[in-house]
């Protein structure tokens, strides 16, 4: 509750600081009219054409439905990978057996192509909801399980024994020691993890599903709707740029406020 309280009391001051990240969007929306400018409306439409898109669909209710569905099976599968996998990744990580055998089957999951797994999923489970969060998460899952993995690993002896030495209670060596190093792994991890699976959502659900972005997104194709279709992908990189900003970042620089 005192972390939650110190994330909002610390908020503003975070947003300020953000403003980098603003001037190096603004610079992007230039580079694209700059684009729109030499290819045209079909290859690439202005920003403002494809904000007007945007606005159109953010205001339609049965475009709002499809949002919600595909924010809702990347979270899923998301949180799920987060789930299993950092529990797999530090119970791995505890033991050296365990670490050596988990190589080559993760090395299996990483050289495994998305659209592979969409296919098989499909054979799998059919069309629908299981085969789009099986995606996400089978693709989600690795990246976790070896930020986990090498945060459980790379614990320094030297600093165990010391606290060893000192008899320190267990809880100041989970909270001081253990979790502090673990984290710095694990949640890069996490965001690595967030945007695979904004994007792995988005390409089932184009071949997998009748409803969601993916689905509206195909229907864009078809119809050669340019600017719709970057409206649909503009809305994705939007919900993933809000969810990494404004909620994990501001919880990992209080988490890691030790490091300085």
């Known amino acids: 509750m005192k972390l939650f309280i110190k994330i909002l009391k610390d908020f503003p001051s975070y947003l300020w600081g953000g403003w980098g990240s603003v001037a190096s969007i603004f610079l992007f929306f230039a580079l694209w009219d700059f684009g729109h400018q030499i290819y045209g409306d079909l290859i690439l439409p202005s920003p403002k054409e494809t904000f007007i898109a945007l606005s159109t669909i953010l205001s339609d209710s049965s475009m709002q439905k499809e949002i ?22 530090l119970l ?7 670490s050596i055998m988990s190589r080559p089957i993760v090395t299996i999951l990483f050289g495994m192509p998305p659209i592979a797994w969409i296919v098989l999923a499909m054979i799998w489970f059919g069309m629908g909801d299981t085969t789009v969060i099986f ?5 989600s899952f690795p990246i976790v399980f070896i930020g986990a993995l090498q945060g459980t690993r790379t614990i320094e002896g030297d600093l165990k024994q010391m606290t060893d030495s000192f008899h320190l209670p267990f809880s100041m060596k989970l909270f001081d020691l253990y979790l502090p190093h673990i984290f710095s792994y694990i949640f890069p991890a996490y965001i690595s993890a967030l945007g695979m699976s904004w994007k792995i959502v988005i390409m089932a659900e184009l ?54």
């Open 68 to 89: 919600f569905i595909t924010i809702k099976r990347a979270i899923f599968g998301f949180g799920l990978a987060v789930l299993v996998g950092s529990i797999l990744g």
């Open 92 to 98: 791995a990580g505890l033991f050296t057996t365990a």
């Open 135 to 139: 995606t996400v998460f089978i693709a």
């Open 207 to 260: 071949l997998a599903t009748s409803d969601g972005l993916g689905s509206a997104l195909a229907i864009a194709r078809s119809q050669l709707e340019t600017s719709t279709a970057l409206a649909i992908v503009s809305i994705m990189i939007g919900s993933l740029l809000l969810i990494e900003y404004l909620i994990l970042e501001p919880i990992k620089k209080e988490i890691e406020a030790w490091r300085n």
